[in-house]
C-alpha cells in the first residue's frame, strides 16, 4: 500500500514505516501530524485517484528530527572580467515517519 501526498509545494510517495525529508515544518521532535492533501491512494489492485484530493484520505506521521541539507553551492562567473561570486545555501527540513494511511 502506498500514496502520493502533497506538502510544501512538492509530491512525495509514501509508505507505511518510511522516513523522508519535507519542507520545513513548524513542529518538535515526537509530535504527530497528518497530511490531509492525498493525491493517489493505492491497496493491491485497486486505486483510489482524487480529482485533486482523495476524499477522506489521509497519512499520518510522526516527526523524527529537524535539520538542514548539505551545503548547496552557488558560483557565478564572467571571464575574462575578473568577476567571480561564491555564495552557498543550505535549506531546513523536517523528518518524518510515515505511520498510517488511510482513504
Given at each position: 500500500m502506498?500514496?502520493?501526498?502533497?506538502?510544501?509545494?512538492?509530491?512525495?510517495?509514501?509508505?507505511?514505516?518510511?522516513t523522508?525529508?519535507?519542507?520545513?515544518?513548524?513542529?518538535?521532535?515526537?509530535?504527530?501530524?497528518?497530511f490531509?492533501?492525498?493525491?493517489?491512494?493505492?491497496?493491491?489492485?485497486?486505486?483510489?485517484?482524487?480529482?485533486?484530493y482523495?476524499?477522506?484520505?489521509?497519512?499520518?506521521?510522526t516527526?523524527?528530527?529537524?535539520?538542514?541539507?548539505?551545503?548547496?553551492?552557488?558560483?557565478?562567473?564572467?571571464?575574462?572580467?575578473?568577476?567571480?561570486?561564491?555564495?552557498?545555501?543550505?535549506?531546513?527540513?523536517?523528518?518524518?515517519?510515515?505511520?498510517?494511511?488511510?482513504?
Open positions: 502506498y500514496a502520493v501526498i502533497q506538502t510544501g509545494g512538492k509530491q512525495y510517495r509514501v509508505t507505511e514505516g518510511a523522508l525529508k519535507i519542507e520545513k515544518l513548524e513542529l518538535g521532535s515526537g509530535d504527530n501530524v497528518e490531509d492533501k492525498v493525491l493517489m491512494v493505492q491497496s493491491g489492485d485497486s486505486v483510489k485517484v482524487g480529482q485533486p482523495v476524499e477522506g484520505g489521509k497519512v499520518t506521521a516527526v523524527v528530527s529537524q535539520g538542514r541539507h548539505k551545503k548547496v553551492r552557488i558560483i557565478k562567473f564572467k571571464r575574462r572580467k575578473h568577476h567571480m561570486k561564491q555564495m552557498g545555501h543550505r535549506q531546513y527540513y523536517t523528518e518524518v515517519q510515515i505511520t498510517g494511511i488511510s482513504a
